[in-house]
């Protein structure tokens, strides 16, 4: 009788069995090739466990990029970086806000804020202050008098609330009116 065919599942199942035979064999011979196993095992491992996530994590992050790096443009506020004051603030009478301001070194009876647009009189002196976004005097400009000591110290002291653009600290202008030789009322 002929002998009968093995099937080709079982001949596959007998080499897998033999081929691990072989390789717990060579694995016993001495440390060096025990460490090699055991790297190889936690390599085999690791790609089992990493691959299935490693195309979907990939893409989520190139395409995350993207969309952040698209949208990033439109999120930002125009600044300036410079000490420069706007020329629109300087020579037009937009008011864009009206800081509330802490004088330091002068009495309010007899100085006070006007916008920068106000009408000066002959019995008063217009001190002009240019102030930057962090509500300090930049500049100013004197008409109608001569700077005194009051003015200087208001200059070098004072702390302004800066003037806002869409939320944002921006350069102002701010008008400081003193009267010559009097007092006002209240």
Not at 31 to 49: P, Q, Y
Not at 66 to 94: C, E, K, R
Not at 147 to 154: N, Q, R, Y
Not at 159 to 177: C, E, I, R, S
Request: with cysteine; aromatic share 10%.
């Amino acid at each position: 009788m002929a002998r009968p065919n093995v099937p080709p599942a079982l001949a596959a199942q007998l080499r897998v069995m033999a081929s691990h035979e072989c390789a717990r064999q060579v694995a016993r011979k001495n440390f060096g090739t025990r460490v090699e196993h055991w790297i190889s095992l936690v390599r085999l491992a690791f790609d089992n466990m990493m691959r299935p996530f490693a195309v979907p994590f990939t893409g989520g992050l190139l395409s995350a990029l993207v969309i952040f790096s698209v949208l990033v443009p439109s999120l930002s506020f125009p600044h300036s970086y410079s000490d420069d004051p706007p020329v629109a603030g300087l020579t037009s009478d937009m008011q864009w806000g009206d800081p509330d301001a802490i004088w330091l070194g002068t009495g309010n009876t007899h100085a006070w804020l006007e916008p920068a647009s106000a009408l000066i009189y002959d019995n008063q002196v217009s001190l002009t202050l240019v102030i930057d976004e962090r509500g300090r005097v930049h500049d100013y400009y004197l008409s109608g008098g001569e700077l005194t000591a009051e003015m200087k110290s208001l200059i070098v002291l004072s702390q302004f609330k800066p003037a806002t653009v869409n939320g944002q600290p921006a350069w102002g202008l701010k008008q400081v009116v003193f009267t010559r030789g009097q007092r006002l009322r209240s």
